[in-house]
């Protein structure tokens, strides 16, 4: 079962315009919320993380913003650069409930969505 | 800047032999991950350590795959036969830490394809 989804495979947007990734998630251990970016060749990096205490963390153009009501987060780039055109993860972890073994959800496992592919057009 | 490496970067075996992949990771990270993404899905973990310790393998088909790290530092993972289903791209992350508020440093990979 598909526990983080990014129903989005792709998204295009112009330059310096607000680009939205979506995702959503199911498992209700999940406290802890993080999006990397990918570029071709490249492992993903870590980009902007946020606890399940917070329902927004900003930094620089990337905001993200959780609804832990929905089970629903969503990564906010403003403005948008070509330089952004990369495949974005979401990836949500289970930390409060401490080391857990197999069978659950493990302390500090990732949990990654599919992914959506961000065009940013100039 | 210090990076996680792999080698190699690119693999093409056939179906029932055997292969390797090698991760070093960056210095002082006790934590290591070991994951697969299969084309068009995100990252799954296969198997984690904790220093020379493994911590989490369920999702490691331990009938065919192994992973170590013996001297808690580099990490080799092994396939042993491939699969036509194994090809994809083996990821191998680490970080100072367990736990997700400690980043995980990705390497570049290893995409292997199974004939």
């Known amino acids: 079962d598909q526990q983080v989804k990014q129903n989005s495979p792709s998204l295009s947007v112009q330059e310096g315009r607000i680009s939205i990734l979506n995702c959503d998630y199911t498992n209700s251990m999940f406290d802890y919320f993080l999006w990397y970016k990918k570029y071709p060749a490249e492992g993903p990096t870590f980009l902007i993380s946020i606890s399940s205490i917070k329902d927004k963390n900003e930094d620089g153009r990337f905001t993200v913003f959780l609804n832990k009501s929905a089970k629903h987060l969503s990564l906010h780039i403003v403005p948008s650069q070509p330089g952004d055109s990369a495949v974005y993860f979401c990836a949500a972890s289970a930390e409060l409930g401490g080391p857990i073994n197999a069978g659950g959800t493990s302390y500090g496992k990732l949990t990654f969505g599919q992914g959506t592919i961000l065009t940013v057009h100039p | 800047e210090a990076e996680v490496a792999q080698s190699p970067r690119y693999k093409i075996t056939e179906k029932s032999q055997a292969v390797a992949f090698w991760c070093d990771p960056i210095?002082?990270?006790?934590?290591l991950y070991w994951y697969r993404q299969i084309l068009g899905q995100g990252p799954e973990l296969l198997v984690q350590?904790?220093?020379?310790?493994?911590?989490?393998d369920s999702q490691l088909p331990k009938d065919r795959f192994s992973a170590e790290r013996l001297k808690g530092v580099d990490s080799t993972l092994k396939i042993q036969p491939a699969e036509l289903g194994d090809s994809a791209m083996y990821l191998c992350a680490s970080s100072i830490g367990q736990g997700a508020r400690y980043e995980q440093y990705f390497g570049p990979g290893t995409r292997l394809t199974v004939t």
């Open positions: 210095s002082g990270h006790a934590t």
């Open positions: 350590f904790q220093d020379e310790s493994v911590v989490d």
